[in-house]
C-alpha cells in the first residue's frame, strides 16, 4: 500500500480469536500444549485434529494433521507463521507458564521486556514459534514526550518473573 492510498482502519474491538496449527504427531502437539502449557481439550477427532482451549471456550488453537502427518517444518528462509502468541491475564499466570517450561524441560529461545508487555519466546514440538506473553496496564506503557509508544526490547528478568508465581 502506498502513502498515498487511503485506507480505513478496522473497528477497534477487532480481535484475533483462534489460530489452527498444522502438526506432524496430533498426540505430541498436545502433550505439549495441554500437558505442559495446560490447555484444555475441548473436542477431538481421531487423531487428525483436536481444539484446545482455556477457559471452556470453544478453542483458541486447532490443532490438525490434515496437511501435515508425518511432515517436517518449513525449512529456514521460507514464508510461514512466525509465531503463535498467547496472552495470559497476569503476570503470575505468565509466571505459573515459565514454571511449567522449566519443570518440562523446555528450553527457551528468548525472553523479553518489550515495556508495554513482558514475553517468553520458544518452539512448540514441530518447531512453530510460541510466544507467551502478558500485557502492561497501557497507563504503564512507555511513551515518547508527544504521547507516541517508545517500545523497547530488553532481557526480561525471569527471576523477578518467577517470584511473582503463586502457589
Not at 6 to 30: E, F, S
Not at 117 to 145: H, I, K, M, Q
Amino acid at each position: 500500500m502506498s502513502d498515498a492510498t487511503p485506507y480505513r482502519p478496522v473497528v477497534a474491538g477487532t480481535r484475533i480469536g483462534h489460530v489452527h496449527l498444522k502438526v506432524a504427531d496430533l498426540d505430541r502437539a498436545l502433550g505439549f500444549y495441554v500437558g505442559i502449557l495446560g490447555f484444555e481439550v475441548m473436542q477431538r477427532l481421531g487423531d487428525q485434529a483436536a481444539f484446545i482451549s482455556a477457559g471452556g471456550y470453544h478453542h483458541h488453537i486447532g490443532l490438525n494433521t490434515w496437511h501435515s502427518k508425518g511432515g517436517r517444518p518449513p525449512a529456514p528462509g521460507t514464508t510461514g507463521l512466525f509465531h503463535t502468541a498467547i496472552l495470559y491475564p497476569t503476570r503470575a499466570a505468565l509466571a505459573d507458564a515459565l514454571h511449567r517450561l522449566i519443570e518440562a524441560k523446555i528450553p527457551l529461545d528468548g525472553a523479553s521486556d518489550h515495556g508495554v508487555s513482558e514475553a517468553l519466546y520458544l518452539r512448540d514440538p514441530d518447531e512453530n514459534g510460541v510466544e507467551l506473553y502478558r500485557d502492561r496496564p497501557e497507563s504503564e506503557w512507555p511513551r515518547n514526550a508527544d504521547g507516541s509508544l517508545a517500545m523497547f526490547t530488553r532481557r526480561l528478568d525471569l527471576d523477578s518473573l518467577l517470584a511473582e508465581r503463586r502457589m
